[in-house]
């Protein structure tokens, strides 16, 4: 059953997730027990570093896991690591985290400042996105020019 299946968390706007640091590996559990991994981290000049999704996110000189893992924490959004789940395998079965360093996150569903965000408020309120107000009301036949 998935968060929003289950009918006491349907409405919750906020998704719960554990983060791991497992021998320079990063991994992100969501509430369904599902586990894919992140990516991986490594050392430069001591402290320790991390890439994720094509080096968008990205974390440096960082004291130990706990600080890296609160950094990642900080920098990550619930659509980024929601996507994962959707784009990456499963790797519950052949991984093992014991002795991991790990964090408890709450993420809210569409971030703390939808608000203040043009596009998030459009789309939370069914309001047509810029791209789509230029699309003729009614059905485009021939070779109608859209302006």
């Known amino acids: 059953m998935t968060h929003h299946d289950n009918p006491e968390t349907r409405n919750d ?24 991994e992140l990516g ?3 050392t430069e000049g001591g402290a ?8 968008r996110i990205t974390g440096q000189g960082l004291a130990d896991a706990d600080a890296l893992l609160a950094d990642l924490e900080r920098k990550i959004d619930f659509l980024f690591l929601d996507g994962q789940f959707t784009a990456l395998p ?38 047509p996105d810029a791209a789509q107000t230029n699309i ?11 302006r």
């Open 40 to 42: 991986s981290v490594g």
């Open 90 to 127: 499963d790797v519950t079965e052949s991984t093992d985290l014991d002795g991991a360093t790990s964090r408890d996150i709450t993420l809210e569903e569409f971030g703390a400042d939808q608000d203040s965000d043009p596009l998030a408020r459009r789309v939370l309120s069914g309001a």
């Open 13 to 36: 706007p906020v998704q719960r997730f554990t983060l791991y640091l497992q021998e320079n590996r990063l991994f992100a559990r969501n509430a369904d027990a599902t586990l894919v």
């Open 136 to 146: 003729p009301a009614g059905p485009v036949s021939g070779h109608q020019t859209l």
């Open 48 to 55: 320790l570093r991390y890439a994720l999704d094509g080096e």
